[in-house]
C-alpha cells in the first residue's frame, strides 16, 4: 500500500513569488491534515479535510495560505505571496475514519519551504 | 486548550542503556496520548499511543510509555537504547470526546552513542 506522497520535497523561492504543495493521502482516507513544523519548534496544525469539506482552518496562518482538496484525493496548499516566516517543513497527513477518532495519522515525508 | 511540552530538545544516552524521552501534557478532560518518531529525510512514523486501560503501553521496536495521571506526563521509554534508535521524537494530545486533531510537541531529539 502506498504512502502518503507529498512534492515537491524541497522548494527554494524568493520573498513575494508563490509556491504549491501538493499530498497525496493513503487511498480511502477520507482525512488529510496539513502540518508546519519551523525550525526546532512545535508541529503546528493548519487545517483537516473530511473528502473535499475542510473541516476545521483554525490553524492556517493568514488569507495569503490557500489550501484545496479536489473531488476528495490529492490536496494543495499555496502560498501566495511568500514571506519569510512562511519558511518550514509542511507535513501532510491521512487517516481513516478510526484514525480521526483516536488521532493516528499517516504522515508524508514533508515538504520544505525556504523561502529567500 | 491542549498542549504539550518536551523539555529536552536532545538527549544523549549510550547504547545498550536505558533510554527516556519526557513529555507532559495539557488537555481538560481525558487525554489520547502518542509518540510519533521521525528519522532523517523521513515522514513522521506512529510509535505508540494511551487510550484508555493499563498505563503502560507498548509500542514499536522495543518502546514504551507511562501514562501518570497526577504527573499529566506520558514519557517515552526503551531498556537498552540501540544506534538505530537514534530519531527526532514527537509527543502529541487530543482530546477525548473532542476534535481528535492531535496537538504536537516540539520534538526531542535522541542521539544514542555506539
Known amino acids: 500500500e502506498a504512502g502518503v506522497t507529498q512534492f515537491p520535497s524541497h522548494s527554494v523561492i524568493e520573498k513575494g513569488q508563490t509556491v504549491t504543495l501538493r499530498c497525496d493521502p493513503i487511498?480511502?482516507?477520507?482525512?488529510l491534515y496539513w502540518y508546519r513544523r519551523v525550525m526546532g519548534k512545535e508541529i503546528k496544525f493548519l487545517l483537516h479535510?473530511?473528502?473535499?469539506?475542510?473541516?476545521?482552518e483554525s490553524g492556517m496562518p493568514n488569507n495569503r495560505f490557500l489550501a484545496e482538496r479536489t473531488g476528495g484525493t490529492y490536496s494543495t496548499l499555496k502560498v501566495q505571496p511568500a514571506e519569510l516566516e512562511d519558511s518550514g517543513v509542511y507535513f501532510c497527513?491521512?487517516?481513516?475514519?478510526?484514525?480521526?477518532?483516536?488521532?493516528?495519522?499517516?504522515f508524508g515525508e514533508g515538504s520544505r519551504l525556504t523561502v529567500l | 486548550a491542549q498542549s504539550v511540552a518536551q523539555p529536552e530538545d536532545q538527549v544523549n544516552v549510550a547504547e545498550g542503556n536505558p533510554l527516556t524521552v519526557k513529555c507532559t501534557y495539557s488537555v481538560s478532560g481525558n487525554p489520547y496520548l502518542f509518540w510519533y518518531v521521525q528519522y532523517p529525510n523521513r515522514g513522521l512514523q506512529f510509535l505508540l499511543k494511551y487510550i484508555t486501560g493499563d498505563n503502560l503501553v507498548k509500542g514499536s521496536y522495543g518502546f514504551e510509555a507511562e501514562f501518570n495521571k497526577s504527573q499529566t506526563s506520558f514519557h517515552l521509554k526503551k531498556p537498552s537504547a540501540l544506534v538505530s534508535d537514534s530519531a527526532l521524537y514527537f509527543c502529541a494530545v487530543t482530546l477525548s470526546g473532542g476534535s481528535y486533531i492531535p496537538t504536537f510537541g516540539r520534538g526531542t531529539s535522541l542521539i544514542v552513542h555506539p
Open positions: 487511498s480511502g482516507h477520507d482525512n
Open positions: 497527513a491521512s487517516s481513516q475514519d478510526q484514525g480521526r477518532r483516536t488521532g493516528e495519522l499517516f
Open positions: 479535510f473530511v473528502k473535499e469539506s475542510k473541516q476545521d
